[in-house]
């Protein structure tokens, strides 16, 4: 999981690259990088949040009306600078690109660039991986007279060639820029247009939160195997390439995205409320109604509020957060996992001291920070502790760009419901039912693959052996 940001803008945009970037820091804080272009490519990048990365001198340096922005999450394990993004190669006219995703066939496409067009991928990064692919399709076109044609051609020669999940967007020099996606649309990318003095300008962006903030009105998003390209005179081109069934990530509505970002036309925060009341019939069914429910800051905040107005108990903050520690989830090691979950969250003992708490988190996977937020709790004075989680036990592998690569990751892949609670300490455990979860999306093409072990890209399990292999050996950056 990754955050990417592509402006089109009629003067200098690093100062917002950088802004937008910042309002992405919570889909990834192991990187941030930004390229630009104005004549010349321009490149920042570095290791930690974007706050650590920019300062007001590259301002200055990273000069042009176009650029590139990306916050990394290395979900696929190396986090060294040489594997951030955006990428860049000068050859043909000039192109950057920053990527979401997972590459799910890297070994197979890395190959055939050496033997087929002689390129060395010597990079972990899947966003190098595509553009490759995409400056290989290019160099097979009359480069002195490439057409609109010519360049959608190569999108979709890249969609047959790249599987797995990608949003991707390419700045091409002097020419425009490019955004495209899998031909599931496995994860997000909205395109924003705004008015200007000096006519429209126009960004690409993970979520509409960002764009939002820059002040750009979202227009459309780039859905499964859909290419949009903004030409250098601002015209937008549109083509829908390579498509398989929709099977947008349904991660992104429980945990990854803001709040208050729109995604697939719903508001996020709303879509959490609906999955809180889903929760109602199966915390009802488990016998044990609570005193007081709670949620776990700040993605359980909406779960909870929904599941408190569906049921008769009332909805109280019980956990004090911190907040200036990052996301708990996507810490690299259990011990700093757990050691953020202490430092991020302090219960409220006035709100559980004596009663049957029943504290809502979006999810359970490795089931660490449940471990130590029931104990926390009953250290509290909390009487009993019931664990609800608004997303189905997560029992399969990830191999999409989320962090749960790997079975021995999973509580629930290897644990019954009853085992789990036990490992987590917990006096009851409440998931929602995956048969909810699909209800509530079934019109909008979800992939739920991590709980239903159905992947819309057909990966077998000799598939998912290999990318748990190369997670082990050395990882790729999303």
């Known amino acids: 999981m990754c955050g990417i940001l592509g402006i089109w803008g009629r003067d200098q945009v690093a100062a917002e690259l950088m802004l937008g970037l910042a309002t992405l820091q919570h889909r990834g804080q192991d990187a941030a990088g930004a390229i630009t272009f104005d004549g010349s490519f321009h490149v920042k990048i570095g290791r930690g949040l974007v706050s650590e ?13 176009w650029g590139l922005g990306h916050v990394r999450y290395a979900t696929m394990g190396s986090t060294d600078v040489e594997d951030a993004q955006p990428v860049h190669v000068s050859y043909p006219y000039g192109l950057a690109m920053v990527h979401n995703g997972n590459v799910t066939n890297f070994d197979e496409v890395r190959e055939s660039l050496y033997a087929e067009h002689h390129r060395l991928v010597s990079t972990s990064n899947d966003a190098a991986l595509i553009l490759y692919t995409f400056a290989a399709e290019l160099e097979k076109c009359d480069l002195r007279s490439l057409s609109i044609l010519d360049l959608f051609g190569c999108v979709e020669a890249t969609q047959r060639a790249i599987a797995g999940a990608y949003s991707a967007v390419c700045l091409i020099a002097g020419r425009g820029l ?56 601002g015209e937008i081109h549109r083509h829908q ?13 429980i945990y990854f995205a803001r709040e208050d970002s729109v995604l697939r036309g719903r508001v ?28 776990v800051p700040a993605s359980g905040y909406f779960f909870a509020v929904g599941l408190a107005s569906a049921c008769d108990a009332p909805f109280r903050r019980g956990l004090a957060k911190n907040h200036h520690i990052g996301r708990s989830f996507i810490q690299p090691t259990d011990e700093e996992r757990r050691r953020s979950v202490r430092l991020k969250l302090n219960p409220i003992r006035g709100v559980v001291d004596g009663l049957r708490v029943a504290v809502v988190d979006d999810s359970i996977v490795r089931g660490v920070t449940s471990r130590r937020l029931v104990s926390l709790l009953r250290a509290a004075g909390a ?3 019931v664990m609800v989680s608004a997303a189905p036990p997560v029992r399969y592998p990830c191999p999409y760009g989320i962090d749960m690569s790997t079975r021995d990751e999973i509580i629930a892949a290897r644990q019954s419901p009853d085992a789990v609670r036990r490992l987590i300490g917990a ?12 209800a509530l999306y079934r019109d909008v093409g979800c992939c739920d693959a991590c709980f239903s072990g159905e992947y819309p890209t057909g990966l077998d399990a000799e598939a998912l052996t290999r990318i748990e292999r190369e997670k082990d050996r050395s990882g790729r950056a999303g």
């Open 53 to 65: 990365v920019f300062a007001d001198k590259h301002q200055e340096r990273l000069r042009g009306p």
């Open 178 to 233: 490019l955004a495209f996606a899998d031909p599931h649309g496995i994860r997000p990318l909205v395109l924003g247009r705004r008015e200007t003095e000096a006519g429209p300008e126009y960004a690409f962006a993970s979520e509409t939160t960002c764009l939002d903030f820059l002040g750009f009105e979202a227009v459309e998003e780039v859905g499964p195997g859909c290419a949009i390209f903004i030409d250098g005179q």
């Open 241 to 253: 390439g390579v498509r398989g069934r929709s099977a947008f990530c349904v991660f992104e509505f």
């Open 268 to 295: 996020v925060a709303e879509e959490r409320e609906r999955m809180g009341r889903a929760l109602a019939s199966p915390v009802a069914a488990a016998g044990t109604p609570p005193d007081v429910i709670i949620d």
């Open 383 to 385: 009487r009993e502790v």
């Open 427 to 438: 006096d009851g455990l409440v998931y929602q039912p995956l048969e909810s979860l699909q």
